[in-house]
């Protein structure tokens, strides 16, 4: 059974960092192309950051310079590190696996909140 269980979401004001997690079991991480997507309600998934099996990485222009994707394939996890973060954003933060353009898993989603 494949899990991704994302973790390190929370409530933090602007200017503030977050490091988001997520562990995968039941695949072969190594192997895999690693996402992170978020959601904000009333707007579309979309890719904020990715990471390939080989190590390359791909941000979405809203975040660079101040989110950067890392993957440690002996501990199967992938990280967010979130820096100077929004109020935009703000959403729900999902862990995606992928392995061409057919097998995808996704996680249950983490809550990002940036309020003062």
């Known amino acids: 059974q494949v899990q991704l269980v994302e973790s390190g979401g929370g409530l933090v004001q602007p200017g503030g960092s977050l490091r988001l997690s997520c562990t995968a079991s039941?695949?072969?991480?190594?192997?895999?192309?690693m996402g992170w997507y978020r959601q904000a309600p009333g707007k579309k998934r979309e890719l904020v950051a990715s990471?390939?099996?080989?190590?390359?990485?791909n941000d979405a222009y809203s975040v660079k310079g101040r989110f950067t994707i890392s993957r440690d394939n002996a501990k199967n996890t992938v990280y967010l590190q979130m820096n100077n973060l929004k109020p935009e954003d703000a959403a729900v933060y999902f862990c995606?696996?992928?392995?061409?353009?057919?097998?995808?898993?996704w996680g249950q989603g983490t809550q990002v909140t940036v309020s003062s």
């Open positions: 995606n696996a992928a392995n061409g353009p057919v097998v995808s898993f």
């Open positions: 039941g695949i072969l991480f190594s192997v895999y192309n």
């Open positions: 990471i390939s099996s080989g190590g390359i990485t």
